[in-house]
């Protein structure tokens, strides 16, 4: 808010006063109705790419790595970064540049909004009229905000497009999305204000839940098992990690004070989160995306901490 108020000072008319004080109000409540969070006042386009290059962690699946899992800068969202090979389809994650041939510089805005939030694709698109596969979380994704669906969709025009073409998806059942049941009752820019409110949102665009609650026969169960942990992630399943890379289990993220997280501290779980380091020091594995989420503005960690502390507990 304080930044907010600054700029619009710095605007006044050169040489005169400052705007009428109900002016500077109605600006300023203007600036924060459409603040992404508290004292931040963004561009569409700023939102977008930090929504894509933190808690969405798009990059995590969408570029290219190297043998020793570092992503390949210069073909950002290119596609290719993680493959994936279950019982149900066998797909490589697609390149969501803007490259009309092999990418998404041919889809509409509305084109892509659809592929985020229902896992559509477009009727120009490979395969059309088929499904993404259930990795991509759309189900999840069915919560962004329409401004946020709009500043994503802005900051993916501007990555620079690489031509790469991926192998095509191998369907091998019908696409199935478990519903998430925040993302199916959704949120409102008011609720944000509301600092668990607000990390409900964060974990629930992030898909965190996803891989943290218990998951068997390829269903999730959210009822019971929210943030219960036990998914397991190993080579046979996900292809594109450093080589050395021997598989990863999703841990119990409830407030059980021994199962899960009750009995750590917030520092303890920003620590986990953002940087990868377990309660004893120990380097945490992928798929996580730490690296993305250690751009996260504090006040989103600690809403996202806020929520996790609301969580059943759970064994």
């Given amino acids: 808010m304080q930044r907010a108020i600054e700029t619009i000072a710095l605007e006044s008319p050169t040489g005169g006063q400052p705007r009428a004080a ?9 600036a924060t109705a459409a603040c992404p969070g508290p004292g931040r006042a963004e561009t569409l386009l700023e ?77 120009h698109a490979r395969l059309p009229g088929a499904p993404l596969a259930a990795v991509m979380p759309a189900g999840f994704y069915k919560a962004l905000l329409p401004r946020d669906l709009d500043a994503i969709v802005a900051y993916l ?69 929210l943030g219960k942990g036990g998914r397991k992630f190993g080579p046979d399943l996900v292809q594109g990690f450093a080589a050395d890379w021997q598989g990863s289990t999703a841990p119990n993220i409830t407030s059980h004070t021994s199962k899960g997280i009750g009995g750590r501290s917030d520092a303890d779980i920003k620590r986990a989160m953002t940087q990868g380091l377990g309660w004893d020091g120990r380097v945490l594995k992928p798929p996580m995306g730490y690296a993305w989420y250690a751009g996260l503005h504090e006040e989103d960690v600690q809403a996202i901490v806020a929520w996790l502390r609301t969580v059943p507990p759970a064994e």
């Fill in 157 to 225: 025009r501007t990555v620079k497009p690489v031509r790469n073409a991926v192998r095509v998806p191998e369907y091998k059942a019908p696409v199935h999305r478990d519903a998430y049941p925040d993302a199916e009752a959704g949120f409102s820019e008011d609720s944000l204000r509301d600092p668990v409110k607000r990390g409900a949102y964060l974990v629930t665009i992030g898909h965190c839940m996803e891989c943290h609650s218990a998951w068997a026969r390829g269903i999730s169960d959210y009822a019971t098992g």
């Fill in 22 to 30: 109900s002016m500077l109000v109605a600006v300023v409540i203007a």
């Fill in 47 to 123: 939102r977008g790419s930090y929504l894509v290059n933190t808690i969405l962690a798009c990059a995590n699946c969408h570029t290219p790595k190297t043998a020793d899992g570092r992503a390949v800068e210069e073909k950002e969202l290119a596609g290719g970064g993680l493959s994936f090979t279950t019982p149900a389809f066998n797909v490589t994650a697609s390149n969501i540049t803007p490259d009309p041939e092999t990418g998404i510089g041919a889809w509409s805005d509305d084109d892509i909004k659809q592929a985020l939030t229902a896992g559509a694709r477009p009727a």
